[in-house]
């Protein structure tokens, strides 16, 4: 159980162009998503919180413009990085709470993104 | 907010060996500490987790072990295998049960 996934796993863009990534709880209800990004070598920054239904919270220095997220249901949440450039290649992974277990987050396994 | 500080950064162990890695926090408030393992190209995965009214849990080959009152909590792995060998996060609450602060990282190796 508490499995997430991610769709799609990699992508390669041109710079300019917008990436939509989706993240699914799928057997299981999330009343919290969290969207991270990962450097390599380098530990998992947290970008934004997303609750179902309303805006999410971003974290100071990230642009909520840029990384636009919608939690539209209990198993659904996307985040599309607008107008990419290539510093915004990097790993993006994304993690869910489990209704009635708030503490524990269960993470998606990441999509890569590479930005021409 | 929370500030959580790992080591080491890396660590070689022979086959069999036990690994430990430690870490700090600075909130005294904070009461749930997940240790996490990433392999490469993958997402972190919760490997234990503790909270702050027991000082130890153990699963396996796997323990953590907390002292509250030094703030700094500690992963211990016995018998190590190859398999073990990835990168792993510990994390602690910032701002609530709602977001954890990763720390920097450890990268395990074990050697055959």
């Known amino acids: 159980g508490a499995v997430v996934s991610q769709h799609p796993s990699w992508v390669i863009c041109k710079s300019g162009t917008s990436v939509k990534i989706e993240c699914r709880s799928l057997d299981f209800q999330a009343t919290t998503m969290f969207w991270y990004r990962q450097f390599p070598k380098q530990s998992l920054m947290l970008m934004a919180t997303?609750?179902?239904?309303?805006?999410?919270?971003?974290e100071q220095g990230v642009e909520k413009d840029k990384f636009l997220i919608n939690h539209a249901s209990l198993t659904l949440s996307t985040l599309t990085v607008t107008s990419a450039h290539p510093e915004d290649s990097s790993f993006y992974i994304c993690?869910?709470?489990?209704?009635?277990?708030?503490?524990?987050?269960?993470f998606g396994p990441g999509t890569r993104l590479l930005v021409l | 907010g929370e500030n959580v500080e790992q080591h080491p950064s890396t660590l070689s162990v022979q086959e069999g060996d036990s690994a430990v890695i430690k870490c700090t926090y600075s909130?005294?408030?904070?009461?749930?500490f997940p240790w996490y393992k990433q392999e490469l190209g993958k997402g972190p995965q919760l490997i234990i987790d503790i909270r702050s009214n027991v000082g130890e849990k153990k699963d396996q080959r796997i323990a953590v072990t907390l002292n509250k009152t030094a703030k700094h909590f500690s992963l211990h792995i016995t018998e190590t295998q190859p398999e073990d060998s990835a990168v792993y996060f510990c994390a602690a609450p910032k701002g609530g049960y709602q977001k954890v602060t990763f720390g920097t990282g450890t990268k395990l190796q074990v050697i055959p």
């Open positions: 993690s869910a709470h489990q209704r009635g277990h708030q503490e524990t987050q269960y």
């Open positions: 997303s609750n179902e239904g309303s805006k999410a919270t971003y």
């Open positions: 909130d005294s408030a904070s009461n749930y």
